[in-house]
C-alpha cells in the first residue's frame, strides 16, 4: 500500500472541488484531488447542462405549437423525434463535459488519485485499496445524491432518477415524477412540452423553491395549465408490472386515483453524499444524519482542518455556490489555522420553467412580519409581454419599511433569469427602492414589469408611514 503526505487532501473532483484543487495551490501548497466517480462534475455530466438541453428542445416544440395566434400558422404537424432529441442533449452535454475532462486531464498525474476516499483517522484516508493520504488538511467536496424513499426503490429501474433521463435513447411515451422542487418541475415540464405525458406528483402543496403563499399558488395554477400537477398527492401504493409502474395516489381534489405509468422519475430531494466517507472513524462531530457539524461561515467542521463546500454540506445546492464554496475551502485548507470567513454573494436562485421562477435575497417565510413591504405587479398586462403572448406572471418584491432597503424578490414570469441577476446585483449593492428606481428603464421591455413592482412597493411605505 502506497502512502503519500500532502498539505491539501480533496475529496471530490466536481464543481466545488476543482476550484478547491486550485485555491489550495495558488495558496502555495501541495494538493491531491481524489474522485470516485466518473470525472466531469455533475452539472455538466446529469446536472445543469443536460436538463437545459433537454428544456430547450421543450421550449422549441412548445414554441411551434404555439404561433397561430400570431397569425403564423404551421400546416401539417410538429413531428417530435424522441431520439433526435435525446441525441442532440447527450452529444452536446458530452461536448461540455469534455471540457471538463481536458482540464481534469490538465492536473499533474502526482497530483489526482482515482478511488473513493474513506477515513481511516482524522488525518488519514484510505483511496480505494491502493493508496493512503496522510493530509494536514482535507476538504470534503462529494456532492449529493437522489434521495429514493423506500417504497420506490421496491420498482427497480422502472424507479429512476436524472441520470437515467440523460442516458436515454429515446423519450417515454408516460412518466410519473415524484416530487415538485426545481429538479422535478424542470425535467415534468420540458417533457411535457416534448409530448411525454407527464404527471407530477407534488407534497405538501410545495412548488420548486417558492415560499410566498400568493406566488405559490399563481405557479400552481399555471403549471396546472401546462401538465397534470398534484402538488399535495398522497401516494399510497406502487406496484412494479412487467413493463411499467402502478401508482396508487389520493389527488388533491380527495379522489383516490389509480394509473400506470412508463416509468416513475424521483426528484424527491437530494442528500450530501457522506456514506462511503466512513465519517465514524474521526472525532468530527456529527449531526443526526452522519453529516459534519460545520460553520456555514468558514466551512469548517468545528476546529479540525477539515473545510465542507457544495452540495456535501447541503446549505444551498446550486452550481455557482458550490463553485464559490470550493475557491473558500481550499483557501482555508491551505491556509489553515489561519482560517477567514466566506464572502458570500447575494442568494440567487433560478427555476428554468416556462414561465421562470426566480427568487432573490431573503426568502418570503424567512421575513418578520410587518418589518417590510411588499410590491406587486402581475404580468399578465405587462406591455411588452402581451406583445409577445408571455404575459404570464406574478412578481413580489420586498421592501425593508425602516430602511427602504431591498430585501428581496419572488416571482414567476417572463425572463425571470434575467430580472434576477438586476435584482441579485442590486440586493449586493445593497440598493433602496428609491435609488432602484433611477436606474434606466427602456421602453417597451419586459423590466417595465419591475419597475411598477417597485413603484407598487414606494405606494406601500407610503400607506405604511
Ligand atoms: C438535474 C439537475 C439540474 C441542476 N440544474 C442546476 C442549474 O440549472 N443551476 C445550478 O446552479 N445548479 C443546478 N444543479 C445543481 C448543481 O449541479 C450542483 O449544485 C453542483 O453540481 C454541486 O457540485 P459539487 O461539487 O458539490 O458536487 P459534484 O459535482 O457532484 O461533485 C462531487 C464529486 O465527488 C465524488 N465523490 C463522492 N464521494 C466520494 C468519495 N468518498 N471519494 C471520492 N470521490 C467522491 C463524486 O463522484 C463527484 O464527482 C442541478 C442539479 C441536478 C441534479
Known amino acids: 500500500m502506497k502512502t503519500v503526505q500532502i498539505d491539501v487532501a480533496i475529496i471530490g473532483a466536481g464543481s466545488a472541488g476543482l476550484p478547491a484543487y486550485r485555491a489550495a495551490k495558488a495558496a502555495g501548497a501541495s494538493v491531491i484531488l481524489i474522485e470516485g466517480g466518473p470525472h466531469g462534475t455533475t452539472c455538466a455530466r446529469v446536472g445543469c447542462m443536460p436538463s437545459k438541453l433537454l428544456i430547450a428542445a421543450g421550449e ?36 461540455l463535459v469534455g471540457f471538463v475532462l481536458e482540464s481534469v486531464e490538465a492536473i499533474p498525474a502526482h497530483e489526482k488519485l482515482t478511488g473513493y476516499a474513506r477515513f481511516i ?53 408516460k412518466i410519473a415524477v415524484v416530487g415538485a422542487g426545481v429538479i422535478g418541475i424542470e425535467l415534468g415540464q420540458a417533457l411535457a412540452h416534448l409530448g411525454v405525458d407527464v404527471t407530477i406528483l407534488g407534497a405538501r402543496g410545495r412548488v420548486g423553491p417558492l415560499s410566498d403563499p400568493d406566488i405559490k399558488a399563481y405557479a400552481e395554477k399555471t403549471f396546472s395549465n401546462s401538465f397534470r400537477f398534484e402538488p399535495r398527492a398522497e401516494v399510497e401504493a406502487v406496484e412494479r408490472l412487467t413493463d411499467s409502474v402502478q401508482i396508487r395516489f389520493r389527488a388533491d381534489s380527495g379522489k383516490l386515483i389509480e394509473e400506470s405509468f412508463d416509468y416513475v422519475l424521483v426528484t424527491a430531494g437530494r442528500k450530501p453524499n457522506s456514506d462511503r466517507l466512513e465519517l465514524k472513524n474521526t472525532s468530527l462531530t ?41 475557491r473558500a475551502a481550499g483557501t482555508n485548507a491551505a491556509r489553515f489555522p489561519n482560517v477567514v470567513p466566506q464572502i458570500r454573494r447575494a442568494p440567487l436562485v433560478i427555476v428554468f420553467s416556462d414561465p421562470g421562477i426566480a427568487m432573490v435575497g431573503a426568502r418570503h417565510a424567512d421575513l418578520v412580519p410587518e418589518s417590510f413591504v411588499t410590491g406587486e405587479v402581475s404580468f399578465e398586462d405587462q406591455g411588452r409581454s402581451r406583445l409577445m ?7 413580489h418584491i420586498y421592501v425593508d419599511k425602516a430602511t427602504r432597503l431591498f430585501l428581496g424578490a419572488e416571482w414567476m414570469g417572463p425572463d425571470a433569469e434575467h430580472i434576477a441577476h438586476l435584482l441579485s446585483w442590486a440586493l449586493q449593492m445593497k440598493l433602496t427602492v428609491d435609488s432602484m428606481l433611477e436606474m434606466p428603464f427602456y421602453h417597451p421591455v419586459i423590466e417595465e414589469g419591475l419597475r411598477t413592482a417597485l413603484r407598487d412597493s414606494v405606494a406601500a411605505l407610503k400607506a405604511s408611514s
Open 60 to 95: 422549441a416544440a412548445h414554441a411551434a405549437s404555439r404561433t397561430a395566434p400570431f397569425g403564423v400558422h404551421i400546416d401539417g404537424s410538429i413531428r417530435i423525434d424522441g431520439r433526435e432529441v435525446m441525441q442532440r442533449v447527450k452529444s452536446e452535454r458530452d461536448r
Open 121 to 173: 483517522d482524522d488525518g488519514l484516508l484510505q483511496i480505494g485499496d491502493h493508496t493512503r493520504v496522510r493530509a494536514r488538511s482535507i476538504v470534503i467536496a462529494t456532492g449529493s445524491s437522489p434521495v429514493i424513499p423506500q417504497m420506490y426503490q421496491a420498482l427497480g429501474d422502472r424507479a429512476i432518477i436524472n441520470d437515467d433521463v440523460f442516458a436515454w435513447s429515446d423519450l417515454p411515451r
Open 389 to 395: 403572448l408571455r404575459n404570464r406572471g406574478l412578481m
Open 286 to 326: 456529527l449531526d443526526l444524519h452522519g453529516n459534519p457539524v460545520f460553520d456555514p461561515l468558514t466551512l469548517q467542521a468545528g476546529t479540525h482542518p477539515v473545510f465542507i463546500a457544495g452540495d456535501a454540506n447541503g446549505i444551498l445546492p446550486i452550481q455557482h455556490e458550490a463553485s464559490d464554496e470550493g
